[in-house]
């Protein structure tokens, strides 16, 4: 699909800045915001891994040695807004999203490339706003979820800055939103039915419907929070008769859905993933697509789960028991999906794979606590403990995470051309594995035991087992290395991999890897079975000829 | 003769089952149980072990075998079967998961309303029909009407930046730490002065956000005596994590000798301040 773009991209070839100096530029190729996005949050991700070290480390000891207990509430809300607003939601919805969904529906671009290239540009900014604000003042004390009134009673600077930033990088969110809504709905290539779309894409829709509906609302709550901070408002300050439990509401309709907003996408990368080195179709793909819609649906109705010991009414724990577990069951139709579609492949061990398969191991463990916790009495206990520390990292790190490597892995060839190493690969594998359940695994038997979240002390009875995540959070902070060294040695002697080095069939490996401006040279293919593996060539439906026959037709292996 | 598949996979099955339930019914992991409340809760707690334990062992287990069994020969090129569904299973594997949620969701249900979890708010209005304040009821295990026979003993519990205040009205004893008697009804009434707070007996597996506003009725029966800690589980500000206190659980005696000890009434007027 030619769309206008293509004499503004000609003439914009002699201002925009060429090479390498093309990530730092306000460009309006979606693999170049993508790749932005994707390299600006991994640097986010290791300053939230270096704040993290520094919780680790003042948790080596039971008393409060290592920080000051103002820097270590920093430090704390810091790494919070980090991880989740710089690292996991932009590199998940922007990075990944950018770079593969104009692929996926055969379009040359987004819908709106200069929205796209904003909403990137928002990020970088507001990013040094909330760091730099621990530089300037101090940074905000609160948490991430900045209740009232403690957050109006902390350092008002700090906080202030926190809601800016915040509120950017929201803003960020819903540009992205709309703009992959439009694209996913408006830019398919004709012909091309919803039905036919990479599993991705619904992910995206439903992520980015999830996106638009619920930002709006934290925007607006921390608009009211700042009115309370600097115009001593009275909406959320109980001294001047505001109610401290009504912004816990607004906060969270905001905030359970985004755990759906970091978590969505990486189950859409993983469909992705796991056929293609299966060699196997995905299974159940309606059930998938349905599953996905309704998980955004009752994502929406969850939210007070997270207030169970606020003083909410009976009935209202009740309802929001019910919904919350009920989320187990089309997440469930989609593991089990996942299952099927490896049982009886040919499972390619390697580095992607491996991550998928973790990322399965851990989220299967994180979303069974995750009902657990959803029943009120189960949770009035471990509320606010290390409990719940322990559930919410098996989601978004042993979920999210572990799929942002894997997707790094799968998609490496397709953005340089080279694969990684395998060999580091797996040894970053092992790293991160063992240190990631080494680190958060015991954090549940610490807040059953009596270890509440967010404290600089403790009990020394819980000495030793806190000693044993600090390793495991010492040996994730390692398993960077060889990452790092793997991904930068790669980019210049990885291996040649070839335009298909997975010979897999979606649209984007359909074309050079890298692949050029606007994606493809000529007409972009038309795509009806991204996950038609398996198939007998004498099987091939004559009637049109697919981009996945075109390759097919190209490989030796496959020529009827 | 090989033995078949599906004998195979039910015998699996059956151990699966039968470890999940062994370990949620063996393997202890949580602290002392020490109030009326608590060996409820643990009855959950051990279901939803047994339960987390065959799903997530069952589940590593069959991907394990199928990274195995399934992995790719070196210059194996083929492919896998092209099974893109399979209507009966899918429908098999929403409908069990369903149940087994409705199931836990019901029985949590009874397992809140046996603590108490369900008695209606305003049950526990503590005044008069003017100038009405409104109370927030927590956990309420015990029937705190005045015609159910048994007395709770009421205490004050103030939350401030960053300590509880305990103040016994009866009495009039004002106290850094908790004292009570085990077997009788503590009512909690709760309030906080600054921020959020929250009130955390891991040993009596109750937990009350006391919110500034909001004053909060939690309610107990403490039936180990010992010492267990208090602890403050909501951020509250730099010493949150220093906002700890003991809850002394004692016998009804020893209890009402450090009432008799420490009451400046009991002392004056040597007579009964608490009903027990």
């Known amino acids: 699909m030619t769309i206008s773009l293509t004499p503004e991209t000609q003439h914009s070839v002699s201002l925009q800045p060429q090479g390498w100096l093309r990530y730092l530029s306000f460009s309006t190729d979606h693999k170049v915001i993508g790749l932005q996005y994707l390299i600006c949050g991994f640097i986010f991700y290791l300053i939230g891994g270096a704040l993290a070290g520094a919780i680790r480390t003042e948790l080596l000891t039971p008393i409060s040695d290592f920080l000051p207990r103002e820097t270590y509430n920093e430090v704390l809300t810091l790494h919070g807004t980090v991880m989740i607003f710089l690292w996991i939601v932009p590199v998940v919805n922007g990075g990944f999203g950018n770079y593969l969904i104009p692929f996926y529906v055969g379009a040359r671009d987004m819908a709106f490339p200069r929205l796209n290239a904003v909403a990137f540009w928002l990020i970088p900014p507001a990013g040094l706003l909330l760091i730099s604000s621990y530089f300037i003042a101090s940074a905000a004390q609160s948490g991430w979820t900045a209740y009232p009134p403690l957050s109006i009673t902390t350092p008002a600077t700090g906080q202030i800055i926190w809601i800016l930033s915040v509120l950017l990088l929201g803003g960020s969110s819903i540009f992205g939103g709309i703009n992959f809504i439009a694209t996913i709905l408006k830019l398919r290539r004709p012909g091309l039915k919803l039905m036919q779309l990479p599993m991705y894409c619904w992910a995206m829709l439903g992520t980015s419907i999830l996106v638009v509906l619920s930002t709006p609302v934290l925007a607006g709550t921390l608009v009211l929070l700042s009115f309370d901070i600097i115009a001593h408002t009275g909406f959320f300050n109980p001294s001047l008769g505001g109610n401290a439990v009504v912004y816990q509401h607004l906060f969270w309709f905001y905030s359970h859905p985004a755990v759906y907003i970091m978590v969505l996408p990486a189950f859409g990368l993983v469909s992705e993933i796991l056929p293609v080195h299966s060699r196997k179709p995905l299974f159940g793909y309606t059930t998938m697509v349905y599953s996905i819609m309704g998980i955004v649906v009752l994502g929406l109705i969850v939210w007070a789960h997270h207030m169970f010991t606020s003083g909410t009414p009976p009935w209202m724990r009740l309802f929001f028991t019910i919904a919350t577990s009920f989320i187990a069951v089309p997440t469930g139709i989609k593991f089990f999906n996942w299952l099927a579609t490896m049982w009886g492949g040919r499972i390619a061990l390697n580095t992607a794979m491996l991550f998928s398969c973790g990322f399965i191991v851990n989220f299967v463990f994180g979303g069974i606590t995750g009902v657990a916790l959803a029943q009120v009495p189960f949770d009035i206990h471990v509320h606010d403990t290390y409990f719940v520390v322990g559930h919410f990292h098996y989601i978004v790190y042993g979920g999210t995470v572990f799929v942002i490597f894997a997707s790094i892995y799968h998609w490496y060839p397709k953005v340089t051309g080279r694969l990684l190493n395998e060999p580091l690969g797996k040894l970053h594998f092992l790293l991160t594995f063992i240190g990631f359940n080494l680190c958060f695994a015991p954090q549940h038997w610490l807040g059953l035991n009596g270890m509440p979240r967010r404290v600089a002390e403790y009990d020394p009875q819980f000495t030793l087992v806190n000693q044993l995540s600090s390793l495991g959070a010492l040996l994730m902070a390692l398993s960077t290395l060889p990452f790092l060294v793997n991904v930068v040695i790669s980019a210049f002697r990885g291996e040649l991999a070839g335009d298909n080095p997975w010979r897999a069939l979606t649209p984007e490996w359909l074309t050079s890897s890298p692949p050029p401006v606007e994606n493809w040279k000529g007409e972009a293919p038309l795509v009806h079975e991204p996950y038609g593996y398996g198939m007998q060539p004498e099987e091939l439906a004559l009637a049109g000829a697919t981009g996945s026959e075109l390759w097919r037709l190209g490989d030796p292996d496959r020529r009827p | ?276």
């Open chain 2, 1 to 276: 003769m090989r033995i078949p598949a599906a004998i195979l996979t039910l015998i699996t099955g059956m151990v699966l089952v039968l470890a999940g339930l062994w370990v949620g019914q063996n393997v202890n992991v949580l602290p002392v149980d020490a109030s009326a409340n608590a060996p409820v809760y643990d009855e959950l707690f051990k279901v939803l072990f047994s339960i987390g334990t065959i799903l997530f062992v069952g589940i590593v287990g069959l991907i394990a075998y199928s990274l195995v069994r399934f992995r790719r020969r070196p210059g194996d090129q083929s492919d896998g079967e092209a099974i893109e569904g399979n209507l009966p299973l899918e429908i098999l594997w929403t409908a069990i998961p369903a149940v087994v949620v409705l199931f836990v969701g019901i029985y949590s249900y009874d397992i809140y309303d046996r603590m108490g979890g369900m008695a209606p708010l305003n049950d526990h209005s503590m005044h008069g029909m003017a100038h009405e304040e409104r109370t927030w009821a927590g956990i309420s295990p015990v029937s705190l009407d005045e015609e159910s026979g048994i007395t709770p003993l009421s205490v004050d519990v103030t939350a401030m930046q960053f300590a509880f205040i305990f103040h016994y009205p009866n009495a009039e004893i004002t106290s850094g730490e908790l004292h009570v008697p085990a077997g009788q009804p503590i009512a909690l009434r709760m309030q906080a002065n600054d921020v959020i707070h929250a009130f955390w007996v891991p040993q009596f597996r109750l937990k009350q956000d006391v919110i500034p506003g909001q004053p909060t009725l939690l309610s107990f029966t403490a039936t180990r005596p010992g010492r267990y800690p208090i602890v403050c589980a909501e951020l509250c500000g730099p010493y949150h994590g220093g906002m700890r206190s003991t809850v002394i659980v004692d016998e009804p005696e020893t209890f009402q000798a450090w009432v008799n000890q420490n009451s400046p009434i009991a002392s004056a007027n040597n007579v009964t301040p608490v009903q027990s």
